[in-house]
């Protein structure tokens, strides 16, 4: 067992409320706001807040599955594969994060945040009538220069770590 020196509480339970109502309001996994607030403001180790946050996202879940379970609104054709996918996604993470260094896992957070907020943004532009829409090959030279960027920090990284 590790005893984690861990700060300022009440911002990180104020901070992680108003991750829990947004993401409950608008049906959002919240991984992307409660690891940041974990390590960034209570100081909780990268690899703990990951850990933390998929439990946390996990009871939200189950309670948020319930109303649609109730009136029959699952369909377990598409339902069954996903549960699959993500325990052996949980498992296969749990054991890879244990051999990985936190600054790898940082930088890998970064850039799937950066890529993500990409395709939100140019689709809620696009929504608004701001913006057409983006081609796929756009898209895609997005996700090779955010990953390219992505890796070699990691390659930094990994350089100046040994």
Known sequence: ???YPLTRAGAV???IIGVGVLSGFFGLGAGWAIVPAQNLIMA???KVA???SGVL??????IAVWPYLLHGAIIPIFAAPWLVGQVLGGLLGALIL???KAGFVR???IGFMFFACFGLLTKGLNMLGVLGEVPIWVTGLVFLVVFGAVTRAIIRFTKSAS
């Open 57 to 62: 996202l996990g009871m939200g879940d189950c």
């Open 50 to 52: 990951a850990a933390n």
């Open 44 to 46: 909780v180790p990268l």
């Open 98 to 100: 244990i051999r990985v």
């Open 1 to 3: 067992m590790v005893d």
């Open 107 to 109: 930088y890998l957070l």
């Open 13 to 15: 339970l104020g901070a």
